[in-house]
């Protein structure tokens, strides 16, 4: 059974910085494209960003391109999402997600984490 446990959300001010953590158990993420999605209230879940199944190259949402940055630690079983420049447009859950390739649908990932609180104040 696989499971994502997302961490690191928090309450920042704007131009700050966070760095989310995504810890996977019964997979590897070397196996596995890695995506971070956000979802704000009353809007649907968008992609943020992801990391290539075995590869570390990234792709990124043009809102955050050049703010987020996602790396991956096979030995920690764990993926990592830099967020910096935080604006509060950035306020949402953030979710890691595992699936077979990195793309944008979120149907295309087979498993999800429960999320962590992101906000960014004024």
């Known amino acids: 059974q696989v499971q994502l446990v997302e961490s690191g959300g928090g309450l920042v001010q704007a131009g700050g910085s966070l760095r989310l953590s995504c810890v996977a158990s019964g997979r590897s993420i070397a196996v596995s494209a890695m995506g971070w999605f956000r979802q704000a209230p009353g809007k649907e879940r968008e992609f943020v960003g992801g990391?290539?199944?075995?590869?570390?190259?990234?792709d990124f949402a043009d809102f955050v391109k050049g703010r987020f940055t996602i790396s991956r630690d096979n030995a920690k079983n764990t993926v990592y999402l830099q967020m910096n420049s935080l604006n509060p447009e950035d306020t949402a859950v953030y979710y890691c997600a595992a699936g077979p390739a990195l793309v944008t649908i979120t149907a295309a990932y087979d498993y999800w984490g429960q999320g962590t609180q992101v906000t960014v104040s004024s």
């Open positions: 990391i290539r199944r075995g590869s570390v190259l990234t």
